[in-house]
């Protein structure tokens, strides 16, 4: 009887093996043959890890070059115009980071998570074929190591959901063009062996969907699983509850239904009609999104609750989602102090704790060997410390949040917004940048050496403050009127503030994958936060001291900084904001009494942290805003408050975003043209925004005109008083050979459409 089941696992590698070369055929250092080697090598060591633990259904196809919807539009032949007189890789990495002809492809995060997938490009009008070529290959791949995998494919209706349609139809309509693409590709799958297991990924059924998406499910899979009789398909969904999806597709002859009994504990609602159904049920019970150490005995008692609707031989122990979102091994943590280490779970770790949990639960404890009896002490003394550690609580923390009683700034936006303009004096299409500039080699160096004691303070510093000149000096010359001082000191625009706030844990090798080669390092958080001494006050104020222009300070929201965390899960996510967002109150207090009159406020993660669930909604957008608002409480009237949001749909949070009240907001729209902008007009929105002008998630260089005709478009939705110029985003990921010329273009573009105007 198979008794465990993994959804996904990480594909980076434990040294970021894949990261690694494929920036280096990027820069053109190496053949993309070098990287189809280091891409084999690790699929073959990820699938025999997974092997050596126990794992019986272990996938292929879960492997990618940069991401796996991308992979999927390439499956379906569904190539955008543009991208078609290229071939192979260069073909590939066009369409995900763009070319000097063309610009990538738009790319938004995956759910609620810090993951970002390539948005495929559909229209009526398109034909559609099948390349099996990488699925096939995947699975020979592992069946020559004597693996037999399941296949994982994104499924149908998911990808048409998280897919947009350049000829503005609805995206749905192109269900009839993409199932019977989907039916050849398992017609192909099944001559494969005697019997395959193929994953469908549906995780869009845990959005809680509309009656018209619901009918889609059944004829789908009523299609799909009576393409061939040795075809056994597992529809899984994750991340949320999918209860309305659950009760169509136990009237489906698929073979198994798998649901995330941690992030979805309503799916516990489902379990009778499974039940009745006979379908196998892959049970998520091990976090794949966080890095606590699962809790044996208390998911024991979880697993035991579902076998009493779930017949045993009917269940299968799994991950609540792909082990993507969590870090590959602690095998490297060599310096995280050995009590913390004891409280956590990477995903070569969560392996093991899922072959312990089937054991225990299919076999009894009276089956474990020496090994696994030590494994199951070990956990159950680590949890309880947990529970207990002196590092946990701090009651001085507690009591100061508890009576915080600041929650928001003094007057309204326009009052501030009149006064502001008068004291900084700034145009209309005033330019600047988001914040960061690029992180050198010797930048990364310098940070690395003095952590590890081989340089000075002194010699720290002064390389640092040596970088600020340079980028204060390029600025200057650059023409940019509101300028930043380069964030040189920092390594992560969330790991920098924990590394200074108590509560906070940090990892050497803890790297996720964010989107295709840019991996993030995400601290933890295990106990209460305050902020011993300021953070940012000595490099703002320096970086003011040498220019006479404006100098914004730079900080990490509240909200963000919870989001691109791992979270403690032994209090609520916003207690735990609250706490970090007093916190930032202090620092933002700071910065305006050391003469800064513009501070920026990063909530890249705001969107990310939604809930699937529309009736969950209400509750996040309420300690969520009410955080935000209190980090900038402590700012005067005359401070101007900025905020930045990465790619996000914004139509559904716009009064969300009015009500955190800030005076200027950033946003990423140079992949969406001015369609994301155009809710701001809709809602009469008064503040000012910061739409982005250019896309530095792609290497090219845009030129004059391209920015020119951008501005011009932003110009048909708002008014220039309304406006601010910058780049999408951060530059840190870019090298100055590309951002130099991109900042002069867009100061450059400003002058010429500040001239058409004025005539």
């Known amino acids: 009887m198979s008794k465990n089941y993994i959804v996904g696992f990480p594909r980076i590698g434990e040294q970021r093996e894949l990261k690694k070369v494929l920036e280096e055929f990027w820069a053109k250092k190496c053949s993309f043959d070098v990287v189809l080697k280091v891409a084999k090598e690790l ?3 990820h699938w025999e890890y997974q092997r050596d633990a126990g794992v019986e259904f272990i996938s292929s196809n879960d492997f990618s070059l940069y991401d796996n919807m991308l992979d999927t539009s390439v499956m379906l032949g569904a190539i955008p115009k543009r991208f078609r007189y290229l071939k192979g890789e260069e073909l590939y990495f066009a369409m995900a980071r763009g070319n000097e002809e063309c610009v990538a492809m738009e790319m938004t995060k995956w759910f609620n998570t810090n993951y970002h997938y390539i948005v495929p490009e559909l229209s009526l009008e398109e034909s559609y074929t099948l390349n099996a070529s990488k699925i096939i290959d995947e699975y020979r791949e592992a069946k020559a190591l004597g693996i037999k995998t399941k296949i994982n494919i994104i499924g149908p ?15 749905y309509e192109l269900w009839s063009k993409i199932v019977p693409i989907y039916e050849e590709l398992l017609k192909v799958i099944s001559t494969f062996d005697d019997e395959v297991v193929v994953q469908i990924d549906e995780p869009i059924f845990a959005k809680g969907l509309g009656t018209k998406v619901l009918s889609l499910i059944k004829p789908t899979y009523d299609r799909l699983a009576r393409v061939s009789p040795n075809i056994k398909i597992a529809v899984v969904t994750y991340f949320e509850h999918s209860n309305e999806a659950t009760k169509i597709l136990v009237h489906t002859p698929i073979w198994a239904i798998g649901l995330d009994f941690l992030y979805g504990d309503e799916n516990l609602k489902s379990l009778d009609i499974i039940a009745m159904s006979g379908k196998k049920l892959i049970a998520g019970v091990v976090d794949g999104r966080n890095i606590w150490r699962c809790d044996i005995e208390k998911t024991t008692h979880i697993l035991e609750s579902i076998s009493n609707f779930v017949s045993k031989e009917n269940i299968l122990i799994s991950s609540s989602c792909s082990l993507l979102h969590v870090p590959f091994t602690l095998k490297y943590e060599e310096k995280m102090s050995g009590e913390i280490k004891e409280w956590l779970s990477f995903a070569l770790e969560k392996l093991s704790e899922i072959s312990l949990l089937s054991k225990l639960f299919f076999d009894r404890e009276d089956s474990l060997d020496e090994r696994e009896k030590e494994a199951l002490s070990s956990n159950i003394k680590a949890n309880q410390s947990r529970k207990n550690s002196p590092f946990i609580h701090d009651k001085t923390v507690q009591d100061r949040v508890e ?3 600041k929650l928001q700034r003094e007057g309204d936006a326009k009052e501030r917004l009149k006064l502001q303009r008068e004291i900084l004096g700034y145009s209309d299409l005033v330019t600047t940048t988001i914040g960061s500039f690029p992180q050198t080699p010797q930048l990364r160096c310098a940070r690395s050496d003095f952590k590890a004691a081989l340089i000075s303070k002194e010699s720290y510093e002064a390389e640092m403050k040596r970088y600020i000149d340079e980028c204060v000096e390029f600025q200057e010359e650059c023409g940019l009127e509101i300028l930043v001082h380069g964030e040189p000191e920092r390594n992560d625009m969330v790991e920098y503030f924990g590394e200074q706030l108590s509560g906070y844990g940090f990892s050497q090798n803890g790297w996720v994958q964010s989107y295709g080669s840019r991996c993030v390092k995400p601290p933890f958080i295990y106990g209460d936060i305050s902020r011993p001494r300021p953070m940012t006050v000595e490099w703002i104020a320096y970086a003011q001291s040498k220019t006479s222009r404006i100098m914004k300070g730079m900080l990490t929201g509240p909200v963000t900084i919870l989001n691109w965390s791992f979270v403690r899960d032994d209090m609520s996510r916003g207690e735990v904001s609250k706490q970090i967002a007093v916190a930032l109150s202090d620092e933002i207090d700071d910065l305006q009494k050391a003469g800064i009159k513009i501070i920026q406020v990063d909530e890249a993660a705001f969107k990310e942290g939604y809930p699937l669930r529309g009736e969950k909604i209400k509750a996040y957008e309420a300690w969520a805003t009410r955080d935000f608002k209190i980090a900038v409480s402590s700012a005067k009237k005359e401070t101007q408050i900025h905020t930045h949001m990465c790619y996000s749909e914004f139509n559904d949070i716009i009064n969300t975003i ?13 992949r969406s043209g001015n369609e994301l902008l155009k809710i701001f007009k ?13 896309d530095i998630h792609s290497p090219r260089i845009p030129s004059v005109e391209e920015i020119v005709k951008q501005i011009e478009l932003l110009l048909e939705v708002l008014p220039k008083e309304q406006l601010w110029i910058n780049p999408d985003c951060g530059l840190k990921t870019r090298k100055w050979e590309e951002v130099k010329p991109s900042l002069q273009n867009m100061v450059e573009a400003v002058r010429i459409v500040r001239e058409k105007l004025k005539s």
């Open 157 to 171: 209706i998911t990808y048409l959901g998280l897919s947009k349609r350049v000829d503005r139809g609805d995206v």
């Open 403 to 405: 009576n915080h009683t």
């Open 43 to 45: 699929k073959a060591r």
């Open 682 to 694: 809709k809602v009469g929105y008064t503040k000012e925004v910061g739409p982005g002008v250019y």
């Open 658 to 670: 009015e009500d955190m009240d800030a005076d200027v907001i950033s946003i990423e729209t140079a």
